[in-house]
């Protein structure tokens, strides 16, 4: 809540949080177009790919705060480089690493669309309708 917190103070007098609410706003469209690519990604069995994008969302994330998402990516970059979920050990089993991937995928989506809910309660607005 301190990271939304700092963005919120970035609106100084504006009532309509007009900076804070662009910069949501295209953390959530940003992450719709990852997840898309994370699907097909892991369709091709992509493990360098997947690493590569859940390490992208974990920065967008973490920029707004949203650690159960960032917690999420961190896993889905960790297992896309052959790791374990824990990143404590190397996993050989590509098949493994897939379906691990796929479980975390789900979760951070899921995790995603919560936090939509909540800032679009928060800021009485639906995000939908500035895209």
Known sequence: MAILEQI??????DQ?????????????R????CFADMKVALEQGNLSKLSWLGNFLRDSSVS?????VNDCCVKIQSMGQRRNEDDSADEPDEKKCL??????LEKAELECA???L???EFFSDE????Q
Request: proline share 0%.
């Open 64 to 68: 707004i705060g949203l650690t159960k």
């Open 16 to 28: 309509e949080r007009a900076f804070s609410k662009s910069v949501v706003h295209d953390f959530f």
């Open 99 to 104: 379906t691990g991937i796929k479980a975390m």
């Open 8 to 13: 919120l103070e970035m609106d100084e007098e």
């Open 118 to 120: 909540i800032l679009k």
């Open 127 to 130: 995000l939908e309708a500035n």
């Open 30 to 33: 940003q992450a719709e177009i």
């Open 114 to 116: 919560t936090s939509a």
